[in-house]
């Protein structure tokens, strides 16, 4: 890791946060305070060039209203040892996003060599552990057997006044001995051990921080990364060379169990956590060096009511939406890559009835389902010569005969696509995601090859959902669902298909238009008889959705937003025949 910035050489690191630290009295009280109970964010800001860059703002977690700030200067905190500062560079237009860990200012390279060599002695209890805490307790035991503080206070300053934990000469070189280490050192070293051995090395800070989306490495430079907040950011952690990067995903293809070599260079895989990784090794096959891409997994999916706070839809198409799906609609969300796809379709399957059985089918599994009767099914690659792994269309075609109430399938790119619809056909409901930015190009690839749906077979698709990353009218990027449409038919005469726009953004105003108003055919002709409304009365359908509506907006009002929650408080309701 590296900073942005050269060190300021005023920094006054002679009395780092005593009473006369130059840097802690320029502090607002709140980080003040953090730095106190956290040394190592001290000695960070002493790196900080305050005089150019301005003393960061305080914040004890990032929340979506940070994105408004005029002046992106900040720090925010990720758990007890990790903090992040966000700070603008003027000559690029991605912001710098600087993971600050404990062992971030500690030359600890000699020091980590010989705690290498003391490892060797515990090679047999590593092996003979089962779990990653088992290994961190063996790791955490042999620091303390083998090292031994040499200063009470955590303060070691050499002759040029260094820095807390910049080793003296030799230091921590003495084989015989136990390892001398500051109190600094000791904790950074405890940290680096159990962040590299047991989990993802460098890459950890950014795995443990909820507000990344997604992790790129394209090659030496900068890790890039999609923050929540404030979108495209470069990292603190670089790579200069071409073996320095190898080295690194080598570690990392073994630490997920998919090794990568120049015969097999590229890998897909899906990390402890759930957060799923390509990775392509080697700079003959990639012309800028090794490159890997991460998409965080999101234990708790956002939940509608959030989506309606970031202005991704409103009241009324949740309501409409959520009793599309829980009458077993038939539905498609469809866009570009990154337009919100999954997100949405985590959201909308917390509206399934909850006695419902689930099936699911993804190449990597992101969904997620409150439902206790849920079959999560994962593509497989082969194992071996010979065997053809598991595929999409073999394991949908296996839920065909687990009588599910729903599949859902992750993204529909082959002939997996035609047993889909024959699903629908048979009465399965079903839901995936599907890359096409409108519905007409969603219909051409389904008709086409290597899809291939009968033309008669599209209209068992009763919504097509497109979502899309935008330009708001404010000049930001956002993601928004642009159009909810309704198809109807497909008349063989004409060769063409009639479907009905919904719902549609305004992309001047930012508000979604309910187009169907009143002109809905699903709504009229589907829901109002499932729900007992007779053909003259099939228009009080529209009482219900504005009754939805409200009870959304009331649920936002009563801050009932988390995922899980809503699903409860949903399931509640059907069950009592409220909903």
Known sequence: MALPFAVDPESGTEDCGGSNCSVKSLLPDELQQQAENAPHLMHYLHQVPIKDVGVPEYF?????????????NLIYRVNEELFVHICPDPEDSRDFYI???????????????????????????????????QKAEVLLRAVDENCAVTDGDGKKRDGGGGLLGFMKKGSGADSAGPIKVTSAEMAALKYVLIRDKLHMGALEPLLRD????????????????????FDGLKSNITWETHDELDEFVLRLAERIGKPVTYRNPIVDATLLDGSRINIVFGSDVSRSGSNFTIRKFQ??????????????????????????????MNAFVSGETASGKTTLLNALAAFVPPDAKIVSIEDTPEFQVPHPNWIREVVRGSLSEGD???????????????????????????EEGAIAFQAMQ??????????????????QRLTGSPINVPKVYVDNLNLAIICSAVRLPNGKPGRRIISVNELVAYDKASDSF???????????????????????????????????????NKRMIYQ????????FERLKEQDVTNFYDLYQVFSKAQRQGLV
């Open 299 to 328: 234990e708790t999916p956002i939940s509608l009511i959030e989506l309606i706070n970031f202005g991704a839809m409103d009241y009324t198409m949740a309501a409409y939406l959520t009793m599309m799906i829980g009458a077993g």
């Open 544 to 551: 219900e959705l504005e009754r939805r509506a409200a009870l």
């Open 388 to 414: 053809g792994g598991v595929t999409m269309f073999g394991l949908l075609k296996a839920a065909l005969r687990q009588r599910p109430n729903l599949i859902v399938i992750g993204e529909i790119r082959g």
């Open 210 to 229: 909820p507000n990344i989306e997604d992790i790129s490495c394209s090659g030496l430079g900068s890790v890039f990364i999609e923050h929540k907040i």
């Open 426 to 443: 048979t009465g399965h409901p079903v839901m995936a995601t599907f890359h096409a930015s409108t519905v007409e190009k969603l219909i």
């Open 60 to 72: 004890p977690e990032a929340s979506r209203k940070l994105a408004d700030l005029e002046n992106k």
């Open 498 to 536: 009639a479907f009905v726009e919904s719902f549609r953004w305004n992309s001047a105003t930012d508000v979604h238009e309910f187009t169907g108003n009143m002109n809905s055919y699903l709504l009229e002709n589907q829901l109002a008889p499932k729900r007992g409304l007779s053909p003259e």
């Open 99 to 133: 993971s600050i860990e404990p062992a971030m200012l500690e030359n600890l390279h000699a020091i980590l060599e010989a705690m290498d060599q003391r490892l060797l002695d515990y090679v047999e209890e590593l092996s003979a552990a089962e779990t990653d805490e």
